[in-house]
T-cell receptor, first 111, second 116 residues
Framework: DAKTTQPNSMESNEEEPVHLPCNHSTISGTDYIHWYRQLPSQGPEYVIHGLTSNVNNRMASLAIAEDRKSSTLILHRATLRDAAVYYCIRKPTGTASKLTFGTGTRLQVTL | NAGVTQTPKFRVLKTGQSMTLLCAQDMNHEYMYWYRQDPGMGLRLIHYSVGEGTTAKGEVPDGYNVSRLKKQNFLLGLESAAPSQTSVYFC???????????????FGEGSRLTVL
């Protein structure tokens, strides 16, 4: 069962960094960690993924703990457009992306 | 490049009626998926396909059928709709994990189905 644990909700002020935590204490050595987000009334969109090393892309950074039991998605400067539900997902190896979406973290961004 | 397109976007059915949701992708992806999302819940996988002519069951397949006759299309059918199938349905597609591909899912905008 590829479960992760995330806080139900978080708040942030605009222009400030946001750290979204995720616990995946039972992760196997070959599972990737994927993050998606879902804006209101839209389908989820891919944000970032990683295996062991920290990762950066234009949207966010992903910091993975050395023991891989947790990770943190970092939005460097939150904007109102970043208000969404963020999903942290363990992706088992294999070619089909049969991802298990939990309830995620609802991020509220205020002025 | 339209990405993943779902039709229809909204539909209201009566109990017992049948309908088909169409998903089309123009990214030449091998894999396609159907998810449902109920209020306050995450997405649950209904069925998926790893290539033209192949389908497989996901987490909640009962009451649904699927077909993948063409690589770019993935159809989700409800033969006899029930109120419990009221939900928002999302289609997604992806490459596999081979080579540079990450298995990243590309989602459509969703189809809102209400069964009365």
């Amino acid at each position: 069962d590829a479960k992760t644990t995330q806080p139900n909700s978080m708040e942030s002020n605009e222009e400030e960094p946001v750290h979204l935590p995720c616990n995946h204490s039972t992760i196997s050595g070959t599972d990737y960690i994927h993050w998606y987000r879902q804006l209101p009334s839209q389908g989820p969109e891919y944000v970032i993924h990683g295996l062991t090393s920290n990762v950066n892309n234009r949207m966010a950074s992903l910091a993975i703990a050395e023991d891989r039991k947790s990770s943190t998605l970092i939005l460097h400067r939150a904007t109102l457009r970043d208000a969404a539900v963020y999903y942290c997902i363990r992706k088992p190896t294999g070619t089909a992306s049969k991802l298990t979406f939990g309830t995620g973290t609802r991020l509220q961004v205020t002025l | 490049n339209a990405g993943v397109t779902q039709t229809p976007k909204f539909r209201v059915l009566k109990t017992g009626q049948s309908m088909t949701l169409l998903c089309a992708q123009d990214m030449n992806h091998e894999y396609m998926y159907w998810y449902r999302q109920d209020p306050g819940m995450g997405l649950r996988l209904i069925h998926y396909s790893v290539g033209e002519g192949t389908t497989a069951k996901g987490e909640v397949p009962d009451g649904y059928n699927v077909s993948r006759l063409k690589k770019q299309n993935f159809l989700l059918g409800l033969e006899s709709a029930a109120p419990s199938q009221t939900s928002v349905y999302f289609c997604a597609s992806s490459y596999g994990n081979r080579g540079p591909h990450t298995g990243e899912l590309f989602f459509g905008e969703g189809s809102r189905l209400t069964v009365l």
